[in-house]
């Protein structure tokens, strides 16, 4: 039976993948050092799938993680988990410039605030990073767009949401309460890791699999949020590839280079197996080779996030 999308409801979907828990939390203990396997419950196994309706690429069932999770995540990441700054913050900011009135959805601290001439108001579900907010004096709210949305609707010219989609289990409905928190003809920025750039080439990418992330963005299926709701795409925006980002490119260049050697270029979402291994030893070696030669290439591949713009249409 096929499983309904997450963001279009469509059943015309199809499994690429299979991924065990049981895997996946041996990566997550690897990483964070504690046993994450109770966010799961009894799930055993959670699938990996595609939508052809709407191109979405989702994981199923849409586990997301306690606010517990989060909180190790962002200890183990310490200031590179909420960037002070993005590229997309500047890119946004200009959008925005004329908006007299913005909502910062998953605002972090509300650093996207400095980039915001009108007034600002940041949602913010994680205690911590609303208490350096009020530290900063920026206007973040400990709510959910959905309890906002009760006291707030049509309140703003325009909202925003950065590295915050790809998280929720039900994008389709944060989408539409997202969008009832504006006025008619007002825009709503979205922000999240581009399936279209090396992101979508990385082997046992853990913070990109569930509980962290739930699904996987194209520029085509962020084309088609627009048939879903009465809204229209004005903009599509790439990052360049920033320094924060550019030693996993060269990580997985280094590893693709090494699969071809060794002849195995099929690559798993989680592949914990020997060769896999020996790939990655490898691969340690020739990165800083790959550092170099992507410093001095003429040509900079995308980076890690896509933004896309849309206006609400009256």
Known sequence: MSEQCILCGSSETNQVSQVRIKDLCLLYHNYLGCDISQEFGAHTEISYCHCRECDLKFFAPSVTGSSKFYEVISSKMGPNYYLSEKSEYAFAGAVL???????????????????????????????????????????????????????????????????????????????????????????????????????????????????????????????????????????????????????????????????????????KLIDLSFRSKAVGRIAYWITPFCSRFLANSPIYPRGHSVTAVYRKLR
Not at 181 to 190: D, E, K, N, Q, S
Not at 227 to 256: D, P, Y
């Open 97 to 267: 410039q004329d908006c007299d009135n913005v909502l910062d959805v998953g605002s972090g601290a509300g650093h996207f605030g400095r980039y915001v001439k009108g007034g600002f108001t940041g949602l913010e579900l994680n205690p911590a990073a609303v208490s350096a907010a009020r530290e900063l004096k920026v206007n973040v709210r400990n709510e959910s767009i959905e309890e906002h949305l009760l006291q707030n609707p049509g309140r703003y010219s325009a909202v925003t949401s950065f590295q915050v989609l790809e998280h929720v289990a039900s994008p389709h409905a944060f989408i539409q309460s997202c969008l009832q928190t504006i006025r008619p003809g007002g825009l709503a920025v979205i922000s999240v890791p581009s399936e279209d750039s090396y992101v979508s080439l990385q082997e046992n990418a853990l913070l990109n699999m569930p509980p962290h992330h739930v699904s996987r963005w194209t520029d085509r299926c962020l084309k088609n949020i627009e048939n879903f709701f009465k809204i229209h795409l004005e903009q599509l925006e790439h990052e360049e590839l920033t320094e924060v980002h550019a030693a996993s490119f060269a990580g997985i260049i280094a590893r693709r280079l090494v699969r071809q050697r060794l002849g195995c270029q099929t690559t």
